[in-house]
């Protein structure tokens, strides 16, 4: 699922935009607002000794402290440039940090997350969850957790990291993920499925088989198709440690290299996802999604995410 971030791809956009407005917001504190305060200084000096000059020469002058204070207050008007510049700075570095380093809004566009995201979902994601990372190159500076089975987890897709992925974490590193007649087998250990009812999709609208997926860790609802096979294997790709991976047509078996994820979406039988193309690097991890904040068309939506 190529997510639809809230506020645009804007990374870089916003990067820039702050540095631009706080190179101006800077030049303008520490020179050219001295500059017009020096400017309007002189021209008070100026104006008062003028009007000195007049009283001395016998000529009475009408003392005007307002025009004095019109006098200064037009000198050191900033430019509307600067103006705009100076308001829109922390703005704009207030969104970048809070986007960067906490959270960031994305919109659920596709079905491949149902039933625990639906189409119109606006969600937050958590962006520390899984350590703190320099914007835009995305590089982990401080380590603060690894994701965990059953998480929701938003990353750039490996086959172009322009885009932004979300789908749940179903192995991490050293696993051994197994998956025949659409269950899932993790270490040897068969995961456990407890029926619920039939799950109507009104994007469609069908029926889907419902059930609750029972992970090591976490359990949570998904979604099988009966009219599709386990494995679309004409829709396997190669991918980085491929070799990790054995393919049959209705079963596959993946080891999770080291650095690693095993993505799978939970509408499963409509999710490209691990099982087509690959492995998830630690390197692409954007953040955990926690928390559906709004969905215009179903104010029911609202709530943690699971």
Not at 28 to 44: P, Q
Not at 103 to 110: T, V
Not at 139 to 159: H, L
Request: with cysteine.
């Amino acid at each position: 699922m190529n997510l639809q971030p809230i506020l645009g791809n804007f990374a870089l956009i916003l990067f820039v935009a702050m540095v631009i407005t706080g190179i101006i917001w800077c030049l303008d504190v520490f020179y050219l607002a001295k500059k017009r305060r020096a400017a309007a200084n002189a021209a008070l000096a100026e104006y008062d000794a003028r009007t000195a000059k007049l009283t001395a020469n016998g000529i009475k002058v009408d003392s005007n402290d307002h025009a004095r204070a019109a006098l200064e207050a037009g000198l050191l008007r900033q430019p509307t440039w600067i103006e705009y510049s100076g308001s829109f700075f922390p703005v704009i570095a207030l969104v970048f940090v809070l986007r960067s380093f906490l959270w960031e809004p994305f919109k659920i566009p596709s079905s491949s997350m149902v039933p625990t995201l639906l189409v119109g979902d606006l969600i937050l994601v958590n962006k520390y969850a899984y350590g703190v990372r320099l914007p835009i190159i995305n590089k982990k500076i401080i380590d603060i957790g690894n994701p965990q089975r059953g998480d929701v987890m938003v990353f750039k897709y490996p086959k172009d990291e322009s885009q932004d992925y979300i789908k749940r974490v179903i192995g991490v590193p050293g696993d051994k993920i197994t998956y025949e007649n659409k269950r899932l087998t993790i270490n040897g250990t068969p995961v456990q499925y407890e029926p619920m009812d039939d799950y109507l999709d009104n994007e469609h609208p069908v029926y889907y088989k419902q059930f609750l997926e029972k992970l090591p860790d976490t359990a949570h609802r998904i979604l099988n198709d009966d009219t599709k096979p386990p494995l679309d294997y004409g829709g396997v790709e190669n991918f980085p440690h491929r070799e990790s991976c054995t393919y049959s047509y209705d079963k596959f078996t993946c080891i999770v290299p080291e650095g690693n994820y095993f993505m799978m979406g939970d509408n499963r039988d409509n999710s490209a996802d691990s099982r087509y193309w690959g492995f998830v690097p630690d390197k692409n991890i954007v953040g955990k999604a926690f928390l559906v904040w709004m969905n215009f068309s179903n104010l029911k939506r609202i709530g943690g995410i699971h």
